[in-house]
């Protein structure tokens, strides 16, 4: 595999990471489903994944940004896992929406299954690695790289400023009912 076409299936694989916030976001919003804790924590497993999809783009494919992105997914799965066994008892109930029938945390856990199986994948070849400067950032003139990687870190800003207003500096509410943060600001004045 060329550094060309990994750098490639490595913006494709951002923007995909993307779109699964993007999604959350929509319920967020539109469906005022706000993130539960473990939801949050998914979501920090996702931008993990990010970060190294975003160093492979910045400096070109290293096996270290592929660790990262497998620490960053068994985590994310962990936490996905952890959330479907909570709800798994009949009668524990379910937190949000069904999504195809399947609720969100259990499409996250498929997803980080699929980013684990992906980066293992793109870890089998060599040639990537091939590509000369390790430090000098550069996108290689691509601008899907370019593009997948400033949506990336535009969703993770808002993800840290969504969090911020839904849980304020504290713990946040399990489960959430509203921004608490915009909650307190309202009540002070």
Not at 28 to 50: D, T
């Amino acid at each position: 595999m060329t550094p060309e076409l990994s750098r490639t299936l490595n913006a494709l694989g951002m923007l995909a990471v993307s779109l699964v916030l993007v999604l959350a976001f929509f319920y967020q919003l539109k469906l005022y489903e706000l993130p539960c804790p473990l939801c949050l924590l998914q979501r920090v497993g996702f931008v993990a994944v990010g970060v190294g999809l975003g160093l492979n783009l910045l400096y070109g494919a290293r096996p270290q940004h592929y660790a990262l992105m497998l620490v960053a997914a068994l985590y994310g799965g962990s936490v996905s896992v952890r959330q479907i066994l909570l709800h798994i008892v009949p009668g524990t109930g379910h937190y949000g929406s069904p999504v195809l029938g399947l609720h969100y945390y259990t499409w996250a856990a498929i997803c980080f299954f699929l980013i684990l199986l992906g980066t293992a994948i793109m870890l089998m070849f060599d040639r990537q690695y091939a590509d000369g400067s390790r430090t000098a950032p550069r996108f290689g003139g691509s601008t899907l790289a370019k593009v997948a990687f400033f949506i990336m870190l535009g969703l993770a800003a808002l993800n840290a400023v969504s969090t911020l207003l839904e849980c304020g500096p504290g713990i946040c509410a399990d489960p959430p009912t509203s921004y608490k943060l915009i909650d307190e600001l309202g009540t002070n004045n």
